[in-house]
């Protein structure tokens, strides 16, 4: 078993890839660290065996969950993340829905902070062109995950989930 367990959810593919991709990334890092597992398919006991945990959601339509994600949010809400080191990707397309670029992330970031949890992987908002966003903390000068725009700037995410890995894995203490 790695030591950070992965969790994503994934309608067209898309997060599936990132997730996978960083994966890949982290384990370059350090071998056999990242296990990846579809929220679809998991539990809350599942998630909790870790105690470094990074979670992958898309945003669709205007800033709603992606599917599997809806059906395992009211889960969370008997989940003690105390103690938990938690990082967050989100996907979303910034051109198309700048109005609610990336909320899914900042309502399952603000879910993880209510049960106690501890959020990492913070990541600046600059180089993002959008008008509002859940995913962001007070200032709005962060992203409290990594964004990531295969729609509009597909050609930043292999240099943005490389830096994010380096950056997480720093902050986890690993």
Same mark, same amino acid.
């Given at each position: 078993?790695?030591?950070?367990?992965?969790? =994503?959810?994934?309608?067209?593919?898309?997060?599936?890839?990132?997730?996978?991709?960083?994966?890949?990334?982290?384990?370059?890092?350090?071998?056999?660290?990242?296990?990846?597992?579809?929220?679809?398919?998991?539990?809350?006991?599942?998630?909790?065996?870790?105690?470094?945990?990074?979670?992958?959601?898309?945003?669709?339509?205007?800033?709603?969950?992606?599917?599997?994600?809806?059906?395992?949010?009211?889960?969370?809400?008997?989940?003690?993340?105390?103690?938990?080191?938690?990082?967050?990707?989100?996907?979303?397309?910034?051109?198309?829905?700048? =109005?609610? =670029?990336?909320?899914?992330?900042?309502?399952?970031?603000?879910?993880?902070?209510?049960?106690?949890?501890?959020?990492?992987?913070?990541?600046?908002?600059?180089?993002?062109? =959008?008008?509002?966003?859940?995913?962001?903390?007070?200032?709005?000068?962060?992203?409290?995950?990594?964004?990531?725009?295969?729609?509009?700037?597909?050609?930043?995410?292999?240099?943005?989930?490389?830096?994010?890995?380096?950056?997480?894995?720093?902050?986890?203490?690993?």
């Amino acid at each position: 078993m790695g030591k950070i367990g992965l969790f =994503f959810g994934s309608n067209t593919g898309n997060t599936e890839a990132v997730a996978y991709q960083m994966q890949e990334k982290f384990n370059e890092l350090q071998s056999d660290l990242v296990d990846v597992f579809n929220i679809g398919g998991t539990t809350p006991e599942q998630i909790l065996k870790y105690d470094y945990i990074i979670l992958g959601i898309p945003t669709w339509n205007v800033g709603q969950l992606q599917d599997d994600w809806a059906i395992f949010l009211p889960k969370m809400e008997n989940m003690n993340f105390k103690g938990k080191k938690v990082a967050l990707f989100g996907l979303g397309d910034q051109n198309g829905y700048g =109005f609610n =670029f990336l909320d899914a992330m900042g309502i399952l970031a603000d879910e993880v902070f209510i049960q106690g949890g501890t959020v990492f992987g913070f990541w600046s908002t600059a180089r993002y062109q =959008f008008e509002e966003s859940l995913a962001t903390e007070e200032n709005g000068e962060a992203f409290m995950g990594l964004g990531i725009d295969q729609e509009g700037q597909a050609s930043m995410s292999e240099e943005r989930i490389d830096k994010w890995a380096r950056q997480v894995k720093e902050e986890f203490g690993l």
